[in-house]
Structures are given as structure tokens and as C-alpha cells.
């Protein structure tokens, strides 16, 4: 097949956590339960949070814009149903904690849940759009990476004068254990994916488009493979990195599949290169042709700790709760609610705690999956094994960081370039010491940037 | 249900690893050595390794008393002090009184580690330290070798055909200069003699039975554990490699020069404790760099101070020493080798 290249194209470092996706990988997309309230986060991507445009007891409908800024590092929120304001309030966001949300009650009637099928034929033709209209077209359906960062599309995709873009990566790792939401993308929207991959390619102005797929993931490989064969290829070319964790961070795809290297602190761009997630890429096609904002999104709600599990397309600002109790609910063992997957993912005490346009999973562990033994027995000694410097991917020195801000020094910290960590989590799993490496340095980063916030202040 | 909900950072699994675990492989990786030293020494190695494990874990507890930790046998769940106390005996000569052994744990323990914190703040390998102190303090001791129960135990079998190296049979009797690393030295002494060494030795130092210390005879058993180690990924290649080939380096440059005056690098791996050395105890990650280049460089210390001390120095022995001298600077070694993160040092 010409558009497929085989491969065991990686990375040095990384993991091979268990990969547990066979709970949901051959759940199809299925269109989720009917909301009666959603709470829609105005800030739910990397950059300015929006300012609410609507008021409490406005009525709106869906697709609306509820939420939006100025700036140009930002990306605006829609309503996903038809209904009434019913606040705007402080809801628990994963990420930044408390923050304001639109809550929306969902009117009863006239409000059909929406297919997650759209169609896209074989024979696509981006040229029938300018890079503006595309840029335009995904800056107002609000599309973040969906990826887990959510950095606005439309930035990643606007030509940049002094950053010209060579290279498109179309991101099908999916490299978290237990999440399948972009595998079922893949192998159900496969159409669409290839006509978001064309329009982004237009946008950006990039000569070179990679779909990078694990190998872990032969059936989405060769969907993506066929349906390039079906479209005459177009220049378009899949290939096959290895499974390994995290295979998917940008960074980590971009050193595999073009053996370049991102400056430390630096973005992509910088070396001509735009990563875009295929959800996004999926999410783009619906915006550009259909003028459909990005208002649902597919998650697996998955683990050993949720009765039933799946793949639903369920509206943004849905609680995470309601679609726990879609799934039967926790078991009795269950003892952690992540959002996302278990190497990153944000564990949270919070069921109400709405979906974001980057919440691609609801993984519940027991008390099993989380290494009963393990956690329950207090941090050890380090005993300066080195584990954790062999799979950083970044080659960074995880246990002189988390120690250096153990210890409250953090200078120290930064000369061993904290900041360049991607907090992927593969020191902690493989630490026998039990240390919360990446907790260390979370803790170190935050800290250091408040200190930073009150010198320049 | 909920109340059962917990939250922490991610990552959210692991790998069920835990130190503990590292310690029960090095463990099972010096049972072919214990196994050794048992077959060639017998008794010996049936008294010192069991006691010398013990003193070391109720050394271990005392300090956690004395500390006044909350639980003072926690610590002893990692196993660490057993590895030590393992080496520690492994590392002295079979007839050493066994008084003398459990002191040197005693000292390993109390000063070589918990005297800096407990496992992971240890600036120098404890077992190392043990030895050191039993080498200083009891120099006689240290220095009286038994020959092993496999082998007539009045007579040496490489002394009875000739006098090697113009030492005197008389010499030999005394049982003092049995081991091969002293026939080297005699040889570099009077330059002669070392092929003699080479001839009959190899075989000996690398099964075992010959003089020596009680677990460092026998170069296949350690080679096995070693080799096992390497397998289940307990320890890098990096140093032992760096080690050995270092100091057989070091000894072929000698042997090329003058083959009457030293022996073979063959013997001079084989031999002594460099196995040991390189396998077991300069791969203490507590105590070695944790960077893979500052690995190497730690490793082609361990083996070239080693060769040095063999060959240039007053000992005949040099393992020891050249791992306490790494031990020390390891600190600088890791802060020489910084790593550079994947992307480059960032222009700041």
C-alpha cells in the first residue's frame, strides 16, 4: 500500500504500561443520554477564558455562542442544547479548580440528541475553501485540542511569518492505557478525519502530511490507509509508530516521526511542525463544512471500577456523574474517578465536575488498578536507582527535581530544567520507592510561577 | 460508594516494583556465590554469611531505636541491610573469627549508613566501609587466607611443585600470601614468575578454588548472578562493563610489556574481588552516579584504580579501595554529567 509505511519509529524513554483497552475497544460511538442541565466551562482550552455573552434566563439554542474573548490565544464556548440560562456559577473545573461556568437548563422538548455521524464523501475537495475561511470557520466553532492540552486550533493552524509550517501530523497514538475514544474515531469517522486532515493542511500551508498511528492499532491503520487509497492518496501518508507510552505526546511523536527535536520551552512551529489530534482534525471537518461548533465530543468511560463501558458522544458541559450513572455506576471496589487516563489523567472528588472539549476518557480504577500494595504504603527512600532518568522522555533528572523541591530549592530545580518537564508520569510508574515524582513537580512548577507572578507584580 | 473515592497525582498505576523487590533480586543473584563460598569453605561460610546478615539487620534496628523512629523495623522490610551483611561476609577472609566479622557489620551498618541517614543518603558503599574498618583494624586478620576445603588444607597445590616467584614454601605454609593476586605481586616484585602464575591459575580463579575471600573465588558463580542481574534489569550494564574492561585493559597493557613480571588479565579479573566488585557492590545505585555517562566514568575509575592498586600499589587487593575512592566522588561525577534535557539547554 503506498500511503502506509511500516515502521518501529519511537522515541528514547517511555514505558509499556499495561494497555487495558480491550474493555472498550470494540464499543462503538454511541450517542449519550439525554441532559436535562449542562454547565459549560468558560475556559476550557490554553489561553484567555472567555467572558460569558449571555445572561441569566436567556433563552438559547444550540449552537449558540454563550462564551467568548477578545484575545487571540483563546477559543469561544457554545451551547450544546436548546434551553434557558439558568446561571452563570463556579463549578469544579479539572484543571484550574473552581471557575466560572454557564449553566443551562435543557429545555424538555425540541431537543433531539445529536448524531454523531456526519457525511463526508471519499471525494472531498478542500480547494473549495480559502485558508482564511478555515482558520475563521475553526477559531468560531471554538476547536481546542482535543487531544488533553486544548490549545486553540485556530492559532496552531494560522500561518505564521516568522514560523513557516512544513509538516502536518495528524496525532492516531492514543497512547494513554484504557482510552479508545480516537481508535473508534478512526476506524467510524475515518471519512471525516481525512477531510479535517485536507482542510487543516490547506489552512496551514504545510507540503507534508504524516497520520501517525501505534501499532497497537492495526484496524485504524488500515481504515486511514483504505480511505487514503479510496481518495487517491493526495500526498497524504499513514504511518505506524510504536505502541509505547507516551508515544502521543507531541514532543515525543514529533522526535519519532521525523527525528527532530522540539526546543526545550519551545513549541513545534518553531521547527515547522503542526501536531493536530484526529478528534480535532474530525471536529475541524464538521466546522469548516457544516458550520457546526464544537459542542460534543466522544469519551470512553472505561476501567474496572464503572459497571458498563463504552464510547459515547456526549455534549461538552455534561457532568460527569450523569454519564457514570448512563454507565450503571461505580462498583463497590471503585476507588478513583479520573478524567482522562491513568498516566495523566486528573483524578477528581467531584462527580458534578462537567466534561470539557478535552476530556476524552472517564477511567474509574479499583483499588487493584491503583497497586493496592503499592500505594498504600508510604514514600521510601530514594535509593537513586536511576529508573526514572532512563524513561524520562525529555532525559531530564526527575528525582534531582522532585528532591530539589522536596527540599525548597527550587533554583536548584530549575537548573535541572523542571520546567521542561511534560509531567507524562513515566518516572512515578516506574519508581520503586513509591515517590510521587510528578507530584513534586507539579508543586515546583506552580510554585515557581507564583513566585515569578509576584516579582514581576 | 463515594467516600471510597480517593484522589492523588498522576500517574495513577504503576509498575509493581518496589525496592524491596530490587533487594530480593540482588539477594537471589549472590546465592550462586554463597553457594560457592558454602561448597569451598564449608563451615565458614555457614557461620560468617548468617552472621554477619543478622548483626547487620539488629544493627540496623538498634539505629532505628536509638533514632527514635516511629516504626523501628520498618526500614528493615527493604532488605538492604541483608544485602549488605551478604557482601560484607562475602568480601572477608573464611577464617576471619566471627567476632571480627559481626563488629565490621556492626561498623557497616551503623557508621557506613544509618549514621548518614538510612538507605538512599549513604555517601560510600556500607559493606565497603565494613571492610575497610576490618582491613585497618585488623590488618593480620584480614590478610590470613584458608584454602578451600576441596584442596589438601595443609598444602597448596600451585606451591608444592616449585617455588613460585622465589616465594619459599615456608611462606606458603604460613597460609598468609595464598591467593592468586599475591602470587602476582610476588611476581612484580621479582619479575618472574608470572607465567607460571598464568599457567596453573586461570582454571582455579575461575571456578574457585583457590584462595581468597569467601564469596570471591569463584568467578563463575558471580559471573552466573551477575548475568542474572543483567537479565532481570536489576543493575545496568554499564558499570560492571566499564570495570572489567578498564582493568583488563589496564592489566594486557602490563602483560604485553612484560609477561614475566605480570600476569595475565585473564587472572586479574578472575581473581580478587574485581567480579564482586563489579557486579554486586560498584553497582550499589545509592552509591554510584545515575547518570549512564557518569556510569561509565564511575565504572573505568572502579576498574583502573583497582589495576593501579594491584599493580603499582602496596596491596595485592585493590577493589575496595577504588570503590570507596568512586564512592566519593560520585557527587561530582553527577554533578559533572548533567544531563541536557531531549530539546537542547534552553537560551535563557
Known sequence: ?457 | MLENITVSHSPHISKPLLTRKVMIDVIIGLVPAMAAAGFYFRVYALILIPACVVSAVVTEWLCNVIRRKPNPVESLGDFSAVVTGIILALSVPPALPVWAAVVGTCFAIAVGKMVFGGLGANIFNPAMVGRAFLTASFGMLMMTWTLPATVDAAMPKIGAESEVAGVTEATIQAATRATPLAWSKEAIKNEYGAQEVNKQLFWGTFMGEIGGCLGETSALALLIGGVYLLIRRTINFHIPLAVLVSAFVFAGVGYLMNSDAYVSPLIHLTGGGLLLGAFFIATDPVTAPLSTKGMWIFGVGVGALTMLIRIVGEYPEGVMFSILLMNAVTPLIDRFCKLTPAGGRPNV
Open chain 1, 1 to 457: 500500500m503506498a500511503f502506509y509505511t511500516r515502521g518501529k519509529l519511537s522515541f528514547p524513554g517511555g514505558v509499556h504500561p499495561p494497555q487495558s483497552k480491550d474493555l472498550t475497544r470494540k464499543s462503538r460511538i454511541e450517542a449519550g443520554p439525554a441532559v436535562k442541565e449542562v454547565a459549560v466551562m468558560l475556559s476550557q482550552h490554553i489561553g484567555a477564558a472567555c467572558q460569558a455573552v449571555v445572561k441569566k434566563n436567556d433563552e438559547v439554542r444550540a449552537g449558540d455562542k454563550i462564551g467568548d474573548s477578545d484575545a487571540f490565544v483563546s477559543a469561544p464556548v457554545h451551547s450544546p442544547v436548546n434551553g434557558k440560562v439558568k446561571q452563570i456559577a463556579l463549578e469544579s473545573h479539572v484543571v484550574v479548580g473552581r471557575s466560572p461556568a454557564v449553566i443551562i437548563e435543557a429545555a424538555a422538548e425540541n431537543n433531539p440528541a445529536k448524531q454523531p455521524l456526519l457525511k463526508f464523501d471519499g471525494e472531498f475537495d478542500e480547494n473549495r475553501y480559502s485558508p482564511e475561511q478555515v482558520c475563521d470557520a475553526v477559531r468560531e466553532a471554538g476547536i481546542a485540542g482535543m487531544g488533553g492540552a486544548g490549545f486553540p486550533a485556530r492559532v496552531k493552524l494560522e500561518p505564521n511569518p516568522q514560523m513557516p509550517k512544513e509538516t502536518l501530523i495528524i496525532n492516531g497514538c492514543e497512547c494513554e492505557p484504557y482510552i479508545t475514544c480516537d481508535y473508534r474515531i478512526m476506524l467510524e469517522w475515518t471519512k471525516q478525519i481525512i477531510a479535517g486532515t485536507k482542510l487543516a493542511r490547506k489552512a496551514s500551508g504545510c507540503s507534508e502530511v504524516i497520520i501517525a498511528i501505534e501499532d497497537n492499532k492495526r484496524r485504524a491503520i488500515r481504515a486511514m490507509s483504505e480511505a487514503l487509497v479510496a481518495c487517491g492518496g493526495d500526498g497524504i501518508k499513514v504511518v505506524s509508530v510504536k505502541t509505547k507510552y507516551p508515544q502521543g505526546g507531541e514532543r515525543q511523536l514529533i522526535r519519532a516521526v521525523l527525528k527532530k527535536n522540539v526546543p526545550t520551552g519551545g513549541i513545534p512551529p518553531m521547527i515547522g511542525v503542526v501536531v493536530v489530534n484526529v478528534a480535532t482534525a474530525a471536529a475541524i471537518a464538521e466546522a469548516v463544512v457544516y458550520g457546526r461548533p464544537l459542542t460534543h465530543r466522544v469519551v470512553t468511560v472505561t476501567g474496572e471500577g464503572v459497571a458498563n463501558t463504552g464510547n459515547y458522544y456526549v455534549p461538552v458541559g455534561m457532568r460527569v456523574a450523569e454519564l457514570i450513572e448512563h454507565c450503571g455506576g461505580l462498583t463497590k471496589d471503585a476507588v478513583r474517578v479520573i478524567l482522562g487516563g491513568p498516566m495523566m489523567g486528573i483524578a477528581i472528588a467531584d462527580l458534578t465536575t462537567p466534561i470539557t472539549k478535552t476530556t476524552g476518557a472517564i477511567t474509574v480504577l479499583t483499588k487493584e488498578q491503583v497497586g493496592g500494595a503499592k500505594f498504600a504504603g508510604r514514600e521510601t527512600a530514594c535509593i537513586r536507582c536511576g529508573r526514572c532518568l532512563e524513561v524520562c522522555p525529555e532525559h531530564l533528572n526527575p528525582t534531582k527535581i522532585a528532591h530539589a523541591v522536596k527540599n525548597d530549592m527550587l533554583e536548584l530545580a530549575e537548573s535541572y530544567y523542571i520546567s521542561a518537564c511534560i509531567e507524562c508520569g513515566c518516572c512515578g510508574y516506574v519508581c520503586p520507592a513509591n515517590i510521587e515524582l510528578v507530584g513534586y513537580i507539579k508543586t515546583g512548577k506552580v510554585v515557581l510561577a507564583g513566585r515569578k507572578k509576584k516579582v514581576g507584580g
